[in-house]
């Protein structure tokens, strides 16, 4: 651990009590860093704006990749106080950032009633068995758009 990442925790872990003192949420922060520079910033605003994606993560990736005008973190690292949810977890592989350094660990956030196991549980059930049911409908007209994204010739890939 440099210096440098210690100074980008320390400023999520200083967004992580901002959300709590602001009551905008749990105690969540996260920066995104590129080429040494912090380039954006989130904290946790899911109570405060209503928006159950609003976590710290999240926040600072959209954030970033308007800063960067890009939908890529390509050599970009993410400094988070917490171990990233399910959710988090995903927009960080869809972003793809080189790095993501984390502090509290998921076992943490579950001590203090931010637990994502049940989470976990559901992606591993089948279907049917889920808490929340998922119904497959009018499959054949949404792939009609498929196909015509899958002929584009000017389409953009990520």
């Known amino acids: 651990m440099t210096e440098d990442d210690k100074r980008f925790m320390e400023r999520a872990i200083e967004l992580s009590t901002k959300a709590v003192e602001t009551n905008m949420g749990g105690p969540f922060g996260c920066v995104v860093v590129k080429d040494g520079k912090i380039i954006a910033e989130?904290?946790?605003?899911?109570?405060?704006t209503n928006d159950p994606t609003a976590h710290a993560e999240m926040v600072a990736i959209?954030?970033?990749?308007?800063?960067?005008?890009?939908?890529?973190?390509?050599?970009?690292?993410?400094?988070?106080?917490?171990?990233?949810?399910?959710?988090?977890?995903?927009?960080?592989?869809?972003?793809?950032?080189k790095k993501v350094y984390f502090a509290c660990t998921k076992e943490d956030a579950a001590k203090i009633d931010f637990d994502d196991q049940f989470i976990y549980d559901e992606l591993d059930k089948k279907s049917?068995?889920?808490?929340?049911?998922?119904?497959?409908?009018?499959?054949?007209?949404?792939n009609v758009v498929f196909n015509q994204w899958a002929e584009k010739n000017d389409k953009v890939k990520y």
């Open 42 to 48: 989130g904290h946790n605003c899911v109570t405060g």
């Open 62 to 97: 959209r954030n970033a990749c308007r800063e960067l005008n890009t939908f890529q973190l390509d050599d970009c690292v993410i400094y988070t106080s917490c171990e990233p949810c399910p959710m988090c977890f995903g927009a960080i592989y869809w972003a793809r950032p």
């Open 128 to 142: 049917e068995n889920q808490k929340i049911e998922f119904v497959n409908m009018m499959r054949s007209d949404a």
